[in-house]
């Protein structure tokens, strides 16, 4: 059982500030790449940002230049430091983890619950 423990969303001004942090834990080999994607009503889920695990990275064009992804290999944690937030980026973030569970089995992706983040006055 995997399990991704999501935090740091929350109401934020526009041109505020944010930091997203996912936990992954449980029956993990290994973690390939992690990335967060976000949903928000009525609209499709997007990926936002992905990175692997020698750390390289991909954007979203929308969110370039304004989120920064990182990771902790050693405490399979990832990040995603927000800045410029615009009204346009409040959806649901949900934290995402390419992992095998043992050596045996082959990839699969794993789902954290979401983390809400509103940009708003």
């Known amino acids: 059982q995997v399990q991704l423990a999501e935090s740091g969303g929350g109401l934020v001004q526009p041109g505020g500030s944010l930091r997203l942090s996912c936990v992954a834990s449980g029956s993990i080999f290994r973690a390939n790449a992690m990335g967060w994607s976000r949903q928000a009503p009525g609209k499709q889920r997007e990926r936002v940002a992905t990175?692997?695990?020698?750390?390289?990275?991909n954007y979203a064009d929308s969110v370039k230049g304004r989120f920064t992804i990182s990771r902790d290999n050693a405490k399979t944690t990832v990040y995603l430091q927000m800045n410029s937030l615009k009204p346009e980026d409040t959806a649901v973030y949900y934290c995402?983890?390419?992992?095998?569970?043992?050596?045996?089995?082959?990839?699969?992706?794993?789902w954290g619950q979401g983390t809400q983040v509103t940009v708003s006055s």
């Open positions: 990175i692997t695990r020698d750390g390289s990275s």
């Open positions: 995402n983890v390419r992992a095998k569970i043992d050596v045996w089995r082959a990839e699969s992706d794993y």
